[in-house]
C-alpha cells in the first residue's frame, strides 16, 4: 500500500506439508508434529513484517498501544519489526490499513480494549492477519526442505537474524537474502 510504505505481492495457492516429522528435528516444538498436508488458497502477503514507520503512521488513528520496547532506541528504528504488540492490535492494525485505503476491515471488534471479541468476515477484502498454514507455507517458498534455501543450518546468517548472529535487537527488514 502507497500510505504506510508496505507492498504486498500475490502468493499462488497450493498443496504443501506443513509441521515437522521424526524425532532427530530437535528444533521443531510438539505442537509441530506429525507432518501433514495442507492446501492453501492464493492470498496477498506482506513482502516483509510490518516496520516500527508502519506501524508508527497507524497509531493514533487506530488507537494501537505503544509497544513497551519503543522504550529502548535499540527496538524503535523505522526499518524494524514492529515487535512487542499483541494479537488485538495486530487485528486493530490490519482494520486502519483497509480503512485507509477504503476497504471494508476484515475483523470486527467489539468489547474490552484488552480482551475485545474479534470476528473474522471472511468475505471482505481488507487487510487480514495470515493464518499459520498460509504462514508457514509462505515461509516454504514451495520447498520440503528445513529452511526454504535447504537444511543446512551453517548457511542460515545468509537469510535471516536469529540468536547467533544478532545481539538480540531486531534488525531492519530486507537486509537478508528472500525467500
Not at 506443513?18 to 507432518?35: F, I, R, T, W
Not at 505503544?66 to 482494520?95: G, I, L, M
Request: aromatic fraction near 12%; hydrophobic fraction near 35%.
Amino acid at each position: 500500500t502507497e500510505n504506510v510504505g508496505m507492498r504486498f505481492l500475490w502468493l499462488p495457492g497450493g498443496t504443501f506439508t506443513m509441521g515437522s516429522n521424526g524425532d532427530d528435528d530437535h528444533l521443531a516444538y510438539g505442537d509441530e508434529k506429525p507432518a501433514h498436508t495442507v492446501t492453501i488458497s492464493g492470498l496477498w502477503i506482506a513482502e516483509t513484517p510490518v516496520t516500527n514507520h508502519a506501524y508508527r503512521e497507524l497509531l493514533e488513528s487506530a488507537k494501537l498501544s505503544e509497544p513497551r520496547h519503543w522504550r529502548n532506541h535499540h527496538f524503535n528504528q523505522p526499518e524494524q519489526p514492529v515487535v512487542d504488540v499483541d494479537w488485538y492490535d495486530a487485528v486493530r492494525f490490519c482494520n486502519a490499513l483497509s480503512a485507509a485505503e477504503g476497504l471494508e476491515p476484515c475483523y470486527l471488534v467489539n468489547g474490552a480494549r484488552d480482551a475485545p471479541t474479534v470476528v473474522w468476515q471472511r468475505e471482505t477484502e481488507g487487510y487480514r492477519l495470515p493464518t499459520e498454514a498460509e504462514w508457514e507455507y509462505a515461509c516454504r517458498a514451495g520447498t520440503t526442505t528445513r529452511w526454504w534455501f535447504n537444511d543446512h543450518e551453517d548457511q542460515l546468517a545468509d537469510y535471516a537474524w536469529y540468536c547467533k548472529n544478532s545481539d538480540g535487537a531486531p534488525k531492519p527488514v530486507a537486509r537478508k537474502q528472500p525467500n
